[in-house]
């Protein structure tokens, strides 16, 4: 399940920022309803069955593989599946979209920091400026998507939590390179089912606390269809393409294609029935254009022949 080919890692990458953008569309509405933590507990059953499923039937040796390394996909499943969900759907309780959607972007720069502060890998100058580009157009794009209002403490909170809720998903991100025998696959599958028993135990207790309110039985069944779509979809598919295109393309290359998240939105709503604005497109391009020069790989220079010996 790894893409043979860079194109088809981009085309991974594209569908699964996409997959993301419904998410927002389609989770909003739902976190006003249901407390983040048992949106995330509950969209992670459904999403961890189905991937238990696959990954029984195309894996190799997964249990074995599990049993390994149980306390690694403990950890970063409850920082990518766990801590971003919950924080960064708290966040955008609290904030505006389009604040989360600036916040999301900040994740290749996080990314290209932690691999030189912890690998020793400084970035090239073609990867900075490309992720400078793109979060240019993000910042551009997310400014008029979102409503207009005033800075406020709440706010403040709420993107505190979101760029909380980022470092998760890097750290998860990252983690891929740590067990190279694992497929795309393995990786989404066993960091999910490692994960989901401390995500239901913290949710759970956070409950008997009265931290978090649970759901209503009315409330579950009213959500029902838009949270199977969200297991699917932006969560079972979502995450196999792009964890399929960063073994493929690396942590640094795939956090980038973040930025195209509120422009997936935007061309959601341009579906909907809502054209972009020039302003818009603009900023759209400037993404595309940073993906483009970030993905762009100069050709090698032709080493001269060699000399015959006189």
């Keep these: 399940m790894t893409p043979s080919s860079t194109p088809s890692a981009v085309a991974a990458l594209l569908f699964a920022t996409l997959a993301w953008g419904s998410l ?18 509950l969209r992670y059953v459904l999403a961890t069955s189905v991937l238990a499923l696959l990954v029984q039937l195309l894996g190799d040796r997964p249990w074995a593989k ?19 969900s919950v924080l960064v759907f708290h966040g955008l309780r609290l904030s505006q979209p389009s604040h989360g959607s600036v916040l999301m972007a900040t994740m290749p ?6 691999r030189w502060l912890l690998d020793g890998q400084r970035p090239p100058l073609r990867a900075l400026l490309g992720a400078a580009l793109a979060l240019s157009g ?12 005033e800075l406020d403490g709440r706010m403040l909170l709420g993107d505190a939590l979101t ?12 983690g891929m390179a740590r067990v190279p025998d694992h497929s795309p696959l393995e990786y989404s599958a066993l960091t999910a089912i490692a994960a989901l028993p401390w995500l239901a135990l913290g949710t759970l207790g956070a409950t008997a606390l009265g931290w978090v309110a649970a759901p209503s039985p009315a409330v579950l069944q009213s ?14 598919a979502a995450v196999l393409a792009f964890n399929a295109g960063v073994k493929r393309l690396g942590a640094p290359m795939g956090t980038l294609f973040l930025n ?31 993906l483009a020069l970030s993905v762009w790989t100069p050709a090698p220079r032709p080493q001269p022949a060699p000399r015959c010996p006189a």
């Design 24 to 41: 927002f569309l389609v989770g909003k509405p739902l976190v006003a309803q249901l407390d983040p933590a048992w949106f995330t507990l």
């Design 66 to 84: 599990l049993r390994r390394h149980a306390l690694r996909h403990s950890l970063v499943g409850l920082g990518g599946y766990g801590l971003f």
């Design 109 to 114: 720069f996080t990314t290209l920091a932690l």
């Design 138 to 149: 993000v910042a551009l794009v997310a400014h008029l998507l979102g409503a207009p209002g």
């Design 163 to 174: 760029l909380a809720g980022t470092l998760g998903w890097v750290l998860y991100t990252r």
């Design 223 to 236: 959500v029902w269809p838009p949270l199977v779509y969200i297991a699917l979809v932006p969560t079972v």
């Design 260 to 290: 195209m998240v509120p422009v997936s939105v935007l061309a959601m709503r341009a579906l909907l029935g809502t054209l972009p604005q020039p302003q818009e497109l603009l900023g759209a391009a400037l993404v595309g254009a940073g």
